[in-house]
């Protein structure tokens, strides 16, 4: 079974600073990794994901993610936070297909301050 | 790309009545589609899993007498929540998982709230 740990329900940055948004995955199977976004009353958008091949994952709008093996996470960094950044970001975990169950975390809600 | 289309994006029912949701896929045939729920200000919880052909499999502690999952066809599922109550009240998207690295394709989400 999967499950997602999102580190930190609110998370907020100045415009400008770093966004570091964590999530530890726990996978009994090699995991496939997702990054969503969430504007309020809206549906869900990928930032980004990661499934086989290179562990540092490029996705829109400026963020990446680091896949990391042994410390089972895969947190999102964007290197300036810019006002349109706030919303809800939810980490998620697949087993790639035997279920192909998407399970998600808790979520984490950005503030950027001007 | 995969489109899925999801209807009606905002519904109002009184309490007691049935209401049904709609999941399309547009431009592909999808065997299995997840439903989620997601109450306000809270991550989304996987409902259901609905199978083409055959029975929805529900996560656990979901009430499958409640939450009537009709998959159809190849290109429509559907979502009936029976005799609604005020607590059903919450935001219901569906989606479609593709099978290795394409990743799923999610609904714009119906917003149901019983009064």
């Known amino acids: 079974a999967q499950s997602v740990t999102q580190l930190g329900s609110h998370v907020s940055v100045s415009e400008g600073a770093l966004v570091l948004l964590r999530c530890n995955y726990s996978?009994?199977?090699?995991?496939?990794l997702f990054w969503y976004v969430q504007y309020p009353n809206q549906g869900l958008q990928l930032l980004l994901k990661?499934?086989?091949?290179?562990?540092l994952v490029k996705g829109i709008n400026g963020f990446e993610a680091e896949f990391k093996k042994s410390e089972t996470s895969f947190h999102l960094t964007k290197p300036s936070a810019h006002m349109s950044d706030a919303a809800e970001y939810f980490c998620?975990?697949?087993?790639?297909?035997?279920?192909?169950?998407?399970?998600f975390g808790t979520g984490t809600l950005l503030a950027v301050q001007p | 790309g995969a489109v899925v289309s999801q209807h009606p994006s905002r519904v109002i029912c009184k309490s007691g009545t049935s209401v049904k949701i709609e999941c399309r896929s547009l431009d592909f045939q999808a065997t299995t589609m997840f439903w989620y729920r997601q109450f306000p200000k809270q991550s989304l919880m996987l409902m259901a899993t609905s199978n083409e052909g055959s029975k929805a499999t529900y996560e656990q502690g979901v009430e499958k007498d409640k939450f009537l999952i009709n998959h159809a066809s190849l290109t429509l599922s559907t979502l009936t929540v029976t005799s609604a109550h005020p607590e059903d009240s919450s935001f219901y998207i569906c989606?479609?998982?593709?099978?290795?690295?394409?990743?799923?394709?999610f609904g714009s989400g119906t917003r149901l709230t019983v009064v």
């Open positions: 990661y499934t086989t091949g290179a562990t």
């Open positions: 998620a975990v697949s087993d790639g297909g035997a279920t192909n169950k998407l399970i």
């Open positions: 989606s479609v998982g593709f099978r290795g690295s394409r990743g799923y394709t």
């Open positions: 996978s009994s199977v090699p995991p496939y």
